[in-house]
């Protein structure tokens, strides 16, 4: 019985040993095969041709919402579907049993001021530098996260249709616009000549709220309001 | 160029260790740990690749891994989630362990 005991310890070992070769034999593959990689401009040339005609000036905003947005109207959607994963898995459960501290209260009532105007400018600030839609929600989810774990619930009154509603709006605005564009004559997603500027920039409004509450939403780990 | 490349090897070398421990390790928070770390290697690698050209730098890249970031996150919550709701409904978070392993 020991004996067996013995050979499986040094099966498992012999395992990991192959698994660590393997890997490492891996690595260095793969970083002379990068190493041996052509090295041109890439895409850069292109995106800088085609960025005076996007509507924007940022190259990355341009490139997230207009040559790519194809990436990122699908990537609201995974975020819209995780959620619902989250909140089909049950209510959200109690993040906080005791009161909250003074200093988290203070805090919150001095930051989240800050934070909403912080993420207003990252929204609009998207257009034309660092920033746009994800940034902006992701800086508003922290104020939700703040809000949290100080023990705050989503209200009676906006308990379904609200919430659900500040979830989709990201995707719906998206989806809105891209097949609305199609009207005349235009594919999907491909942005009129003229005012494609505002166009992205309501989505990302949008797009930003819903980010906001879905990040927020899943840590709170379920439906709210039902516990 | 060669310090984009170090930067690409060390995405490389991310992913591998994240690997290593999704395939090794057993206990889940473990394995979803893992696989941000793997996903932190591919980001890496795809911006320093993007930096790793003559002239200006490749904005394409760096838009793919601000969306692979937040599909990242999103996935991440999802499966703590399940995680979660696993150990309170088995009271496991780990796999099973084979007989005679003395991890």
Redesign the interface.
């Known amino acids: 019985m020991k004996r067996r005991m013995r050979l499986r310890r040094n099966a498992s070992r012999l395992l990991h040993l192959g698994l660590v070769l393997l890997l490492v034999g891996a690595g260095i593959a793969l970083c002379l095969l990068i190493a041996s990689l052509p090295r041109g401009a890439g895409l850069a040339p292109a995106v800088a041709a085609a960025v005076p005609a996007s509507g924007v000036e940022s190259e990355l905003t341009a490139v997230l919402l207009s040559f790519r947005g194809y990436d990122t109207l699908l990537e609201m959607t995974v975020l819209t579907a995780a959620l619902a994963g989250v909140w089909s898995l049950g209510p959200a459960p109690r993040l906080r049993v005791s009161l909250p501290g003074a200093v988290l209260l203070g805090m919150n009532r001095t930051l989240l001021p800050v934070v909403i105007l912080i993420s207003g400018y990252l929204l609009w600030a998207g257009g034309a530098r660092a920033g746009g839609a994800f940034q902006a929600g992701a800086v508003l989810a922290a104020a939700g996260v703040l809000l949290l774990l100080a023990g705050a619930t989503v209200p009676d009154r906006l308990r379904g249709p609200p919430v659900r509603a500040v979830v989709i709006i990201g995707l719906a605005a998206y989806l809105a616009v891209a097949l609305g564009v199609m009207r005349d004559g235009r594919r999907f997603l491909e942005y009129p000549a003229t005012g494609a500027g505002v166009l992205m920039l309501a989505i990302e409004a949008a797009c930003a709220l819903s980010i906001a509450a879905i990040l927020a939403g899943m840590l709170a780990g379920g439906r709210p309001g039902e516990s | ?1 060669s310090s984009a ?1 170090l930067y ?2 060390a995405g ?2 991310l992913f ?1 260790i994240g ?2 421990a999704l ?2 390790q057993r206990h889940l928070v473990r394995k979803i740990i893992a696989v941000n770390v793997m996903g932190s290697g591919a980001s890496l ?1 795809l911006v320093a ?2 930096h ?13 891994v ?2 692979g ?3 990242a ?3 991440t ?2 499966a703590l ?2 995680t ?2 696993l150990a309170r409904a088995s009271g496991q978070v780990e796999l099973p362990r ?6």
């Open positions: 160029m490349l690409a090897a490389v070398a591998l690997l290593h395939v090794w690698l690749l993007g790793a050209g003559p002239g200006a730098t490749d904005p394409v890249p760096q838009a793919m601000i969306t970031i937040v599909v996150v999103s996935a919550g999802l989630s399940l979660l709701r084979p007989r005679g392993d003395d991890r």
